[in-house]
Each structure stands twice: as structure tokens, then as C-alpha cells.
């Protein structure tokens, strides 16, 4: 018998929790589900979040945010939610999909549809994300074993390992990857 804990990471688009299995194996027989006490419904999205850049002096076709999470600009490794993101450009309203799009790692790059000309160009950029440290989730919502659903996805297929109260079925894993839903802290293994 083995437990097979759970590695758990944020999209950073929708902020949809991923419920990772570790250490699964396709010949596992899955015969015990681990419910949780408490958990997460999805990661905390800070909204209209504003910064202040200076973008560089001359005819601009594009411009990357600095991915530091230094005063003034966003957190480390933050994705800018696309459609979110507003600029005040030389005193103008700016609007994604029209005077500039967003895209690259992280979203973090600026590509402005015409040049953006001018000298000290302080811009004002407003935008929403996700808190994609799972460490700082929140398991707040409590779970209760009798009327509750565990789920994993293995090879593309939903299964039902938890209903309502009792284990609903063992099942061998097949694949060597897969997620459960929120409910499930760990799987148990013959």
C-alpha cells in the first residue's frame, strides 16, 4: 500500500486549481480515496492592479514589463490576464486589441500597433491576475465526506472514486498522469 500525494499549481489565465497526482504509476490500483478536510475553490484574483513604466525614449514597436516584481511593477512571474489591460499613454487612453496587444511569456509584452513615439513616455499600465503561489491558497471551503464527490482524470476519462460517503470503485490507473478535483488530498494505492 502507498499514498499518492497531490501536487497542486494555479492557471494563471482562469485561476482554475490543478490537482496533480505524483508518483502514479498505469499499473496502480487505486483503492482508497484521502478527502480533504477543507479546499480551495480557486486562486485569488487581484483586480485593476496599476503600475507606472517608463518606456524607452524613440519610435517603439514594442516593449517587455519587466518580469522582476520590483517597486511599481508586477509580481514575479505574473500573468497579465489578457483583456484586462488598459494603458494611459502621453495622457491617452489606450485599449487592448486597438492601440496596442499583449502577448509573450507571461503576457508581459507590449506590442503597440503603431509606433509609440516620444520622449520620457511615463505610461500607466492597469490590469488584473491571478495569485498563482499556491502556497498562499486559501482552503476555506469545508468538505464533507457524505455528501461530496472525488474525482480523477485519468487518461482523459473522469472517474468517480468518491460518492457521497463510501469509496464508489478501485480502479487501475492505465496512464502515468493524472489530476483529481478539489476534494481529494491523496490517493491510496495497492
Known amino acids: 500500500m502507498a499514498i499518492k500525494t497531490i501536487t497542486t499549481t494555479v492557471n494563471p489565465l482562469n485561476g482554475q486549481v490543478i490537482n496533480t497526482i505524483n508518483g502514479l504509476s498505469s499499473s496502480d490500483k487505486i483503492i482508497g480515496t484521502v478527502i480533504r478536510k477543507a479546499m480551495c475553490v480557486g486562486a485569488y484574483k487581484h483586480t485593476q492592479e496599476t503600475?507606472?513604466?517608463?518606456?524607452?525614449?524613440?519610435?517603439?514597436?514594442s516593449f517587455t514589463i519587466p518580469n522582476t516584481g520590483a517597486a511599481g511593477l508586477p509580481p514575479i512571474d505574473t500573468t497579465l490576464i489578457p483583456d484586462t489591460v488598459t494603458m494611459v499613454a502621453n495622457g491617452d487612453?489606450?485599449?487592448e486589441g486597438n492601440q496596442f496587444t499583449i502577448g509573450g511569456t507571461g503576457n508581459r509584452v507590449i506590442t503597440f500597433t503603431s509606433p509609440y513615439a516620444g520622449t520620457n513616455k511615463v505610461t500607466t499600465i492597469t490590469f488584473d491576475y491571478y495569485n498563482t503561489?499556491?502556497?498562499e491558497l486559501v482552503y476555506d471551503t469545508k468538505v464533507f465526506p457524505d455528501n461530496c464527490r472525488g474525482v480523477a482524470t485519468l487518461g482523459g476519462y473522469d472517474i468517480i472514486l468518491w460518492n457521497t460517503g463510501i469509496h464508489a470503485q478501485d480502479v487501475v490507473a492505465g496512464v502515468d498522469t493524472g489530476t483529481v478535483n478539489a476534494v481529494i488530498e491523496a490517493l491510496?494505492?495497492?
Do not use: C
Not at 503600475?51 to 514597436?61: A, E
Open 133 to 135: 503561489n499556491a502556497s
Open 93 to 95: 487612453n489606450w485599449v
Open 51 to 61: 503600475f507606472s513604466l517608463t518606456v524607452p525614449n524613440g519610435n517603439q514597436t
Open 188 to 190: 491510496i494505492t495497492e
